[in-house]
Each structure stands twice: as structure tokens, then as C-alpha cells.
């Protein structure tokens, strides 16, 4: 069944309700919310739209707003929506999840962890597992250094070894959906930083955590 016309029509405030695809989470820190409002603030400047009031959950987001064109609220939520997915892609991005399996498989120093519930579920047996590990291992593709400063808040800094990716994940800062980035593009980067992270805990072995002796 096809969805309703939505209202268009200036000067009547209206309440807009956004939700993440699937009902599903849309933010996962406190610079995600950040980044959204930045991003609503400009649209309504540049498009003329008036923000009463706001509220964002983890899934959904409600505005109270007051177009000053009929055809504002639209646009606003059209440009939101394709800065926030950008954001959303190149924070979390699919390459660093690829990478750090690479590392974790071939550092037998090492194991992955599940950074969705590591850090957002605070006493999970995840959480209190990377709060006992001798070193963490962070690698970061954000430019805001999100999930670095996540760890450190958890484990303690001086736990965490913290590799910038982002030098290597800058050349997708325009791609819109990292779906649109070829496969075996997107497996040949995650290799290249895999390397380069492998590398450098070989070169310094006080990276690494002690290995484990058989018993």
C-alpha cells in the first residue's frame, strides 16, 4: 500500500517522526547525536525551517517544526538524512570490521571483541572481558576519535594501543553508502590495514599483551 502525501504547507508547525532502518538503533554515542543536530541545524538554515523542539532515542527521532515553504521540511530531512548515512558509514564502517578480524586471526596474541555490546552494554561478560585484558587494541577510522575515547573511559588509557585508520579510509569521505564501494575494493583496504597494524605491533612487541603459557 502506498504511502500518504505528506503535508505540505508553510507557516503550520508539524511534528516529524525519523526513524532508523528496521526500527533499528541510529545512534550509538553522544558525538552521534551531536553530529545529527549539527546536521539538522544547517538543513533548517539553509531551507527555512523553524526547530521548536526535538528529541532523539536510540531508534527514532521526533521535531517540532514550522516550514516557511511548503517543500521545506523535505529537503531538510533529505539533507539529514544523506550527511548522518555518511557520518553513520564512515565512523562504523564495514573495512575496520574487516581489518580487525585480519589482526585478530593472525596475531595469536589476540582476540576480537564485539564493540557494539563492549561499549554499549557496560556489564556485559564482553565489557568486563576487555576491562581484564592486559592491552586493547583500538583500531579507529573516526575523525572524531569516538571509539578511542569510548575504550580508554573503560579499560583505562594506558591499556589501549590506538592505531589511527583514518588515513586510509579518507578517500570514501564522499561515498554515501559504503554498499557502493566494490567488494573486493573494500577487502583489499581492510588487507592494507591489516598489514600496516600487524606491522607495527611486530615492530614493537610491548603492544602486545604477554602471550599466554600452556600449563
Known amino acids: 500500500m502506498a ?18 532502518n528496521n526500527r533499528q538503533a541510529t545512534f550509538f554515542a553522544p558525538e552521534d547525536q551531536g553530529f545529527y543536530l ?9 531551507h527555512d525551517c523553524a526547530i521548536h523542539a526535538y528529541v532523539l532515542m536510540t531508534n527514532h527521532v521526533h521535531l517540532l517544526v514550522t516550514p516557511r515553504r511548503p517543500e521545506a ?13 555518511q557520518y553513520i558509514n564512515y565512523t562504523y564502517r564495514r573495512n575496520g570490521t574487516l581489518a580487525a578480524n585480519l589482526v585478530a586471526q593472525e596475531v595469536p596474541e589476540l582476540a576480537r571483541a564485539c564493540r557494539a555490546e ?12 576487555a576491562k581484564g585484558a592486559e592491552k586493547s587494541v583500538m583500531i579507529d577510522g573516526c575523525f572524531l576519535k569516538c571509539h578511542g575515547r569510548a ?7 594506558p591499556k589501549v594501543v590506538h592505531i589511527d585508520a583514518l588515513p586510509l579510509f579518507k578517500k570514501y569521505t ?25 606491522a607495527k605491533l611486530k615492530q614493537n612487541a610491548a603492544l602486545l599483551p604477554t602471550p599466554c603459557k600452556s600449563k
Open 3 to 20: 504511502r500518504r502525501p505528506r503535508l505540505r504547507i508553510a507557516g503550520v508547525p508539524q511534528h516529524v517522526i525519523q526513524r532508523g
Open 38 to 46: 549539527a546536521c539538522l541545524q544547517h538543513a533548517a538554515r539553509r
Open 73 to 85: 521540511i523535505s529537503l531538510v530531512m533529505r539533507d539529514v538524512g544523506r550527511r548522518y548515512v
Open 118 to 129: 563492549t561499549f554499549f552494554i557496560p556489564h556485559s561478560a564482553m565489557a568486563e572481558w
Open 151 to 157: 575504550l580508554k573511559k573503560l579499560v583505562g588509557e
Open 174 to 198: 564522499d561515498v554515501f553508502l559504503m554498499d557502493d564501494v566494490p567488494e573486493e575494493e573494500r577487502k583489499a583496504v581492510a588487507r592494507e590495514v591489516a598489514d600496516k597494524i600487524i
